[in-house]
């Protein structure tokens, strides 16, 4: 921490537990030759031993305190370093079979998943830290009080896995929440169904736009009762009990 204040706006908290740095990078498991991306690197808590395990590392740092301080420690042919936003950053840009890593900051992590889910094909896996409260909504199952828009747009896209549980006092300094690693590996192209992912976003934001209501009232305007009917669909259900599938044979629906 020496040398620099963590940036409130930059949701900067920065992981200092050796045991917990060590299970991550385990986890990830990067090879030699993989095209890693740190997303927020930071002081380098993760950065310096997936060098150890990579022949170059690439990161995206928006603070142009760490980005000098990076530049400083690190030669360019070992990290390559990516100036900017990752809410605005083209992944693309980098290459294809990428490995995503990354502390994200927690006040952007939902628009961020949503983000980096649009480069699902240029990805091999991500591996992220996130309030622990946003990894439940991501796992969360049809019935559960967690499940919801993040929840069935990300299980349409990937596999997730929740990994690792990281208590606030890994941090410094430490948020006021729980925080938890989780695994997402993108499903490949033929799994994916939706004739129309943008009628899916559509369809999935308006039923939890007011989860507590029917989807006869929810998604009023965007289904009608003949088409609850022709995809046998109980109008009476709540958001939170259709599970994945059942919101895309609605958007294939529309799409016909």
Do not use: C
């Amino acid at each position: 921490m020496k040398g620099h204040v963590a940036r409130k706006r930059f949701g900067q908290n920065f992981l200092i537990d050796r045991g917990i740095i060590g299970a991550i990078v385990s986890a990830i498991d990067p090879k030699r030759n993989d095209t890693v991306v740190e997303i927020g690197p930071g002081l380098g808590a993760i950065t310096i031993p997936l060098l150890e395990r990579v022949d170059r590392l690439h990161v995206v740092e928006i603070d142009r305190d760490l980005i000098a301080r990076l530049k400083k420690q690190h030669s360019p042919e070992r990290l390559s370093i990516h100036e900017g936003d990752a809410l605005a950053f083209d992944f693309a840009s980098i290459g294809s079979d990428l490995r995503l890593v990354g502390n994200l900051p927690y006040n952007i992590s939902t628009p961020l998943l949503f983000h980096l889910a649009s480069y699902g094909q240029q990805v091999r896996d991500m591996h992220f830290m996130l309030q622990k409260e946003v990894v439940e909504r991501m796992v969360a199952e049809p019935g559960n009080a967690d499940y919801g828009r993040l929840s069935v747009m990300l299980q349409y896209s990937f596999w997730l896995e929740w990994l690792i549980d990281v208590p606030p006092e890994s941090f410094d300094p430490p948020p006021k929440v729980d925080s938890a690693v989780v695994r997402l590996i993108p499903k490949p192209l033929e799994a994916l169904t939706a004739r129309s992912p943008a009628m899916l976003e559509k369809v999935v934001q308006a039923a939890f736009a007011q989860r507590r209501k029917m989807l006869r009232n929810t998604l009023k305007g965007v289904l009608d009762e003949a088409g609850f009917a022709a995809l046998s669909i109980a109008p009476t259900l709540r958001p939170e009990d259709l599970p994945v599938e059942d919101y895309v044979r609605i958007a294939n629906y529309l799409t016909r």
